[in-house]
């Protein structure tokens, strides 16, 4: 049950319907016990209903629901929430790391063009750190694991090498972009472009 109510499930949307954030069961409940967000019941022909927390206590577990036990019963975990007061779309850049790397380099190796799986890219410094090259999203580029082993501690040009296009820090976005469905959760699909 612990892991249930911890793991990132539950998609919020702003006051217009618009995806702003993830949060854990655990948190939308507080969310929806508060007042501060009301719960989207989203039934298999697609209808949405919001639902108030003395509300979303009564309603059924269905097989495909997680749910909680409490002392008055299970109780259905959702999926989505809408917060109460907030209308804005927060914009956000991309974490730096190896995600946002993947992501904005678009699963492309630099060097080759190829598309790649996860087991076959990692990241490479164009400039090396051993020659002073700092670990920013202006120097690090997804690279095929055989070409960035093949590059070494060299520039590009010393290794042969010559990158697709110049790395840049991505852009600032709206939250709802860089939101992704990794619980395959079909109920957010109504939401997510």
């Not at 949060?23 to 969310?31: D, I, L, R, V």
């Not at 919001?50 to 509300?55: H, I, K, T």
């Not at 209308?87 to 060097?111: M, N, S, T």
């Not at 709802?176 to 990794?182: E, P």
Request: with cysteine; charged share 25%.
């Amino acid at each position: 049950m612990n892991d249930i109510l911890n793991k990132s499930t539950v998609l919020v949307l702003n006051r217009h319907w618009q995806a702003i954030h993830v949060k854990t069961p655990a948190e939308a409940f507080c969310m929806i016990a508060t007042g501060a967000a009301t719960a989207l019941d989203v039934q298999a022909d697609d209808y949405i209903t919001p639902v108030r927390w003395d509300d979303w206590l009564k309603l059924p577990v269905r097989e495909h629901d997680n749910a909680v036990n409490t002392p008055r019963g299970p109780v259905r975990v959702p999926t989505v929430i809408v917060a109460a007061n907030y209308a804005k779309v927060p914009l956000r850049r991309p974490h730096f790391g190896p995600r946002g790397i993947w992501e904005r380099d678009g699963g492309v190796c630099q060097y080759t063009g190829r598309k790649l799986s996860p087991k076959e890219g990692n990241i490479d410094h164009v400039v090396p750190r051993s020659r002073g090259g700092k670990t920013s999203w202006d120097n690090c580029v997804l690279a095929h694991r055989e070409v960035n082993s093949r590059k070494a501690n060299r520039l590009p040009h010393e290794a042969g090498l010559r990158l697709r296009t110049q790395p840049v820090a991505p852009r600032v976005v709206p939250a709802s972009v860089l939101i992704r469905n990794h619980h395959g959760i079909r109920d957010w699909e109504h939401f997510l472009g």
